[in-house]
């Protein structure tokens, strides 16, 4: 897996990701938001969603000009445990993760918060601002809808975003609960890790206009952005598997990121005009925190997730299985791998690491692989 990688420490990188926003025009405070959420998909073995996003979504917008270094928030609407709030196509990360607070605060106060955003970007891993809830000694819940990707069940067009829709839930373990994945079977940040490593994907994650599967990972890239190709639904292809499940749960999110708050929608989030040109994406976000201690004891709560936890990992196994895992577990045992070694930076990111150092004359920055 780790072939042809450099493992650079997680404290540099970081440091290096946020002068690349720095760099870029995002101001200090907030540059430092968004390289916290990518080093943490990093720290948390996720892949497709840290320092390997920083320069195909994050840099190259903001050069493009449909991503605003400079986050300005507005508040539409607000009540008690509620708001809505219009991120004018400012940093994702950032507009998460004030929202994500305010949902926090609200809840301290009144047992639940929920806040509602439209005009966001794409905003890193939702996992991120469900761990904000836990920290916080709350249940996290989040979800975005994104760029078209998912074709709905029998259908060849992709038409829904990834659309993950995460949950955080505090425990008395060492990691919380934390689900946190597309509601496709696989995701297009995922298809670019294959990529980088120039290996094909399995069948069943992907399908052309004719509605068989296809594995040629490159040009579905290609395909995915020019309507050619459409990721499949959880559960897989027609209603075997059950796929009408995953493009149902990826119907609701699409639903709760622009409905509420009256922002974009499937289409409409392609990052393309009539003409073709490029303009911003638009996505919606919604973030809810739910106060533990307004329902029952923290701790007894946090004892009784665990023991159901710890309960489903104990339990008999497949045969030739050699354990069980829980959502989360496999996170926190990436961490725990990964804290004495660093980011992982195959040969492709190497080089746009050093382009971006290059083009931004961030001359402090060495990596022993120039």
Known sequence: ?????VFLDFDYMEKFMAEVFCGLGVPREDAEICADVLITSDKR???SHGIGRLKPIYYDRIKAGILDPVTRMEMVREGPTTAVIDGHNGMGHVIGQRAMQMA???AKKFGMGMVAVRNSSHYGIAGYFALMAVQNGMIGITGTNA?????PTFGVENMLGTNPMTFGIPTDEAFPFVLD???SVSQRGKIEVYDRENKELPEGWVIDKSGRTRTDTHQILLDLVSGQAALTPLGGIGEDNAGYKGYGYATVVEILSAALQGGAFLKALSGRDANGQLRPYQLGHFFIAIDIEAFTDLDSFKKSAGDILR?????EKAPGA???????EKEYLAWQERQGKGVPLNKVLQQEVLQMRD??????????FE
């Open 1 to 5: 897996m780790y072939e042809d990688c």
């Open 45 to 47: 073995g996720i892949d």
């Open 104 to 106: 926090i605060d609200k």
């Open 147 to 151: 760029r078209p990707s998912i074709a």
């Open 181 to 183: 994945c597309a509601t």
């Open 311 to 315: 309960a489903l990992r104990a339990s």
């Open 322 to 328: 050699s354990r069980i895992y829980t959502a989360g």
């Open 359 to 368: 083009e931004l004359g961030l001359k402090d920055f060495h990596f022993g």
